[in-house]
Nanobody
Framework: QVQLVESGGGLVQAGGSLRLSCAASGRTISLNAMGWYRQAPGKQRELVATVSHLGTTSYADSVKGRFTISRDNAKNTLYLQMSSLKPEDTAVYYC????????WGQGTQVTVSS
């Protein structure tokens, strides 16, 4: 079973940037489509970015043009570069499989102040 550990969150002012990382252990994730999800207080968890095993990416409209998802298969790690952050990006961010998400990690808190 794969374990996913997210890191890189923090407090940033609006317009700032952060880079999130998701380290996977237990088995390789290189053959799987992976995604970054987020959950804001009082809201359902939503999928914001995906990357296929071939590197094809997709984004939710709310983050398109500001977030970039990438993967390093050699390191078994997923990344999310976030730029031009807005207060509405405040949430706990998680990584997981796109198809049949497994157990959720602890996530990493991103807080954007106005």
């Amino acid at each position: 079973q794969v374990q996913l550990v997210e890191s890189g969150g923090g407090l940033v002012q609006a317009g700032g940037s952060l880079r999130l990382s998701c380290a996977a252990s237990g088995r390789t994730i290189s053959l799987n489509a992976m995604g970054w999800y987020r959950q804001a207080p009082g809201k359902q968890r939503e999928l914001v970015a995906t990357v296929s095993h071939l590197g094809t990416t997709s984004y939710a409209d709310s983050v398109k043009g500001r977030f970039t998802i990438s993967r390093d298969n050699a390191k078994n790690t997923l990344y999310l570069q976030m730029s031009s952050l807005k207060p509405e990006d405040t949430a706990v961010y998680y990584c997981n499989f796109v198809v049949r998400p497994g157990s959720w990690g602890q996530g990493t808190q991103v807080t954007v102040s106005s």
